[in-house]
């Protein structure tokens, strides 16, 4: 391809070199012709002289001035640029109509609008060109190219058709009208609670799942690490990393991201989405998840419902108050791979293990 357009730019060359000496020739075929007719009137005038401005001879033309050369390169240049421009384009246009002959005048229709152009080549223009942006959600102002961005849109961004009848408020999901429902406006109270802690819930099965936090034996063990846990579908969950599967696909066509958890794809969809899922109404900060949305909130609320049992201290969060409790302890569940020192926070090790290497 390259040789052809060196190729191609030397023939534009030699065409305009070709133009520029017959133009120097019909110049000096002009200025013979004035001479010879100058010296006919000077014959006649004889003997009277031209005169200059100074009062001499007129003598001959002035040369041409350096503005006047690079003029003259320029409209060369010029004239190179639009030869090859028309070229382009005389080649493109042959190239397409061999193509529509070739492909005998096939009417392929647009999956995006439905326009039916004739041949792959008008229709690869028509796609590259007539879709940016031009499909607009009927709910909001926002507009998309694909039709998949705009599905993806209406189930994230826009879809509240989901309506609670006694406030009002719209969700998009059944189970957040649910949990709505439970929370805000469910006349039963939280009157099961858990024996050990006192912790409340609605019904006997959320306490039952509940008490397995409180029990010290961790049934469940890894194979491949040995690590243990007190649920079965934690050591699923974890068995993963081993395996190497990943059985959470992006939901986008056009996107071949798979990840390990479901959390993961969740983070990834906001990606494509342009904001996360849960958003905080005091900071205006966004999460993924509903749980570090929750936990978010008690920094605003002022709760601190998890209290350490040996001194009293208050925690948002479970695992903060876990991680307090190893202070009273002595637990250290992180060793040093390298020297085998054991610490009681990750953060700890990692620290150490800089040095340690």
């Not at 001959?60 to 384009?89: A, D, M, Q, Y």
């Not at 006694?166 to 109270?189: G, R």
């Not at 029990?215 to 395996?243: A, I, Q």
Request: with cysteine.
């Amino acid at each position: 391809v390259k040789l052809e357009e060196e190729q191609q730019e030397e023939r534009v060359k030699q065409e305009v070199k070709q133009e520029d000496e017959q133009q120097e020739e019909r110049v000096k075929q002009e200025a013979a012709e004035q001479q010879q007719q100058q010296l006919g009137n000077e014959r006649r005038l004889r003997p009277r002289h031209r005169a200059s401005s100074n009062g001499g001879l007129a003598g001959p033309p002035p040369p041409k001035t350096r503005l006047e050369e690079e003029e003259r390169k320029k409209e060369k240049k010029k004239r190179i640029c639009r030869k090859r421009r028309k070229k382009n384009e005389e080649e493109e246009e042959d190239k397409e109509t061999k193509e529509e002959e070739e492909e005998g005048n096939r009417r392929l229709p647009c999956s995006t609008c439905g326009r039916v152009l004739r041949g792959e080549t008008r229709l690869r223009r028509h796609l590259a060109t007539g879709h940016r942006r031009s499909l607009a959600c009927e709910r909001c102002p926002k507009r998309f190219s694909r039709e998949e961005e705009l599905g993806l849109h209406r189930q994230t961004d826009c879809e509240r058709s989901i309506q609670c009848f006694t406030c009002e408020k719209s969700f998009k999901k059944l189970w957040y009208l649910q949990q709505h429902m439970k929370t805000v406006h469910s006349p039963a109270e939280r009157n099961v609670a858990c024996d050990i802690c006192g912790k409340k819930f609605y019904t006997l099965a959320q306490v039952k799942k509940h008490l397995v936090a409180h029990r010290e034996d961790m049934p469940y063990t890894c194979e491949t690490c040995g690590k243990s846990f007190k649920r079965s579908m934690s050591l699923k969950v974890h068995s993963m990393k081993h395996s190497g599967l990943r059985p959470y696909k992006c939901k986008l066509e056009s996107c071949t991201e798979c990840f390990m958890y479901r959390y993961q794809l969740r983070n990834h969809m906001s990606v494509h989405v342009g904001h996360k899922e849960f958003m905080c109404q005091w900071c205006g900060k966004d999460f993924s998840m509903k749980q570090y949305f929750d936990e978010h909130l008690k920094v605003h609320t002022g709760e601190k419902p998890f209290a350490c049992d040996a001194c009293g201290k208050r925690f948002t969060s479970r695992p903060n108050m876990k991680r307090h409790r190893r202070t009273h302890t002595g637990e250290k569940p992180y060793a040093c791979e390298g020297c085998g020192l054991r610490f009681r926070f990750s953060n700890m090790l990692k620290a150490h293990a800089e040095r340690c290497l």
